[in-house]
């Protein structure tokens, strides 16, 4: 009797146990991989239901423009070509770190035309059979040096995966490069031209603007050459309200449009342009940052924020958890219109459940 007792129990103390693990198994949020936590992974549309979790459900029809490491003329050619092969020869190692290394590609890379590349990137493109468009007369001559690089703001694509580069690159390779928060693509150029930085993650339509000395730029900056590009970043018009389902449908609601001046009001202004919607008296344009910009959405402050950055991008992750998101897709003929005004944007769409 002794034993069949001490048998029921142990079969009731198992039961127990496998009920109290079971409600783990569709919501555990380790992965195993050692990646850091901010490495912009879609929104896990295996979270229970009642988690706020969600995901975009319907294929987003945008544009994009070339996410670019640029570096400044004086870094030695040598230290350029050892970050460029350690990249472009290690795809699988840094995918498995950080997403965003999948849509490495050696094409893309070496596809710029609009600013000469770097002596050291256009070595190592020529020994892959690639000539770049132009190389920069005189670049590459400089002492070698511990290099800054920098990136973004915390909540965007810029600064996670250039995180993840530096680190590669650093314990690598006989080059030390450390990743640094900044305010993106035009604070990259002006600290990049000053010396404060080394290397820097910029927009390709912003690159552009600051060596012809237009738009964001009133003279050119031109003590920088490109080292490749990396992905491309979607303008990701992001709502909560899912009566918003155009880019027409923002006219008279409250929109964060990036900074004044930075380069995603810029892409703000192209997008909202080619709808006939007025930056300034067309919609109630507040100037936000990725974070902010999730924090007002968060908070119902906005209807809506342009985020231009890698899909997906981390900003966008964390607000999905809390609720549902949407992302406002442009129709046919405005992007086509936009194209032909601004030929260094591209077509692009970003897949269903990326969020």
């Not at 988690?51 to 400044?72: H, M, Q, Y």
């Not at 490749?228 to 449009?257: C, H, R, W």
């Not at 906005?302 to 992750?317: E, K, L, N, Q």
């Amino acid at each position: 009797m002794k034993k069949k007792f001490s048998l029921l129990m142990a079969v009731l103390m198992l039961a127990m146990l496998l009920a109290g693990c079971g409600g783990n198994n569709d919501g555990g949020s380790s992965t195993g991989t050692g990646a850091p936590a901010d490495t912009s992974a879609p929104a896990d549309s295996s979270a229970p239901a009642d988690s706020g979790a969600s995901t975009v459900s319907e294929d987003t029809n945008t544009v994009a423009v070339g996410a670019v490491v640029i570096a400044r003329d004086d870094v030695p050619e040598d230290d350029i070509y050892a970050l460029t092969s350690a990249i472009f020869e290690n795809i699988p190692t840094i995918t498995e770190q950080h997403a965003k290394g999948g849509e490495l590609d050696l094409t893309f890379a070496s596809s710029v035309t609009s600013v000469p590349y770097h002596p050291g990137a256009a070595k190592y493109f020529k020994e892959k059979g690639i000539d770049v468009a132009a190389v920069k007369d005189g670049a590459g001559s400089g002492d070698s040096k511990a290099l800054t690089f920098g990136t973004g703001g915390e909540s965007g694509t810029y600064y996670a995966f250039g995180g993840v580069l530096s680190s590669y690159i650093s314990n690598n390779t006989s080059v030390s490069v450390t990743a640094v928060t900044s305010g993106g693509s035009k604070a990259n150029i002006e600290d990049l031209s000053a010396g404060d930085i080394q290397l820097g993650f910029v927009q390709s339509d912003v690159m552009s603007y600051a060596f012809n000395g237009e738009r964001l730029f009133d003279a050119k900056v031109e003590n920088f050459s490109v080292v490749a590009a990396l992905y491309m970043e979607q303008v990701q018009i992001v709502t909560t309200n899912p009566d918003i389902k155009s880019v027409a449908d923002l006219a008279g609601k409250s929109v964060s449009i990036g900074d004044r001046g930075s380069g995603v009001w810029f892409n703000a202004v192209d997008v909202l342009g080619a709808y006939d919607i007025d930056p300034d008296s067309g919609i109630s344009p507040v100037y936000q940052g990725f974070g902010d910009s999730a924090d007002s959405l968060k908070d119902k402050k906005i209807d809506a924020a342009f985020v231009v950055a890698g899909a997906p991008t981390t900003a966008i992750v964390d607000l999905a958890t809390s609720g549902p998101v949407y992302l406002v897709s442009l129709d046919e003929e405005h992007t086509s219109a936009l194209l032909e005004s601004s030929p260094y944007y591209s077509a692009y769409t970003i897949p269903a459940g990326t969020y």
